[in-house]
């Protein structure tokens, strides 16, 4: 089993930066990539970005250029990086583990619980 524990969500103004954490244990070399979704109120949970323990990562269009995924293998810990917030971004935001660099919540074996971030306008 694979634990993930978030950090780091809150509520930021428009324009504000904010860095999640996504904190793993347990049998972390079961998994070759760690990625973040999000689901806001009413929506279904979509894909934000994702990275490789061995390097590699790809983002949602929507972020792409205001999120930054990184990795601190030594923690085992995966980061977002998230600036220029924007009202839309509010949502849940969750990190999973799976193996490849997929889009799809059905490459993820491992969620964590998730954590809340709001952005105000």
């Known amino acids: 089993q694979v634990q993930l524990v978030e950090s780091g969500g809150g509520l930021v103004q428009a324009g504000d930066s904010l860095r999640l954490s996504c904190a793993a244990s347990g049998r972390t070399f079961n998994t070759d990539a760690v990625a973040w979704f999000r689901q806001a109120p009413g929506k279904e949970r979509e894909f934000v970005a994702a990275?490789?323990?061995?390097?590699?990562?790809t983002y949602a269009n929507s972020v792409k250029g205001r999120f930054t995924i990184s990795r601190e293998n030594a923690k085992n810990t995966v980061y977002l990086q998230m600036n220029s917030l924007k009202p839309e971004d509010t949502a849940v935001y969750s990190c999973?583990?799976?193996?490849?660099?997929?889009?799809?919540?059905?490459?993820?074996?491992?969620w964590g619980q998730g954590t809340q971030v709001t952005v105000s306008s």
């Open positions: 990275i490789r323990w061995s390097g590699g990562s």
């Open positions: 999973a583990a799976g193996s490849g660099l997929y889009s799809v919540t059905s490459a993820y074996n491992y």
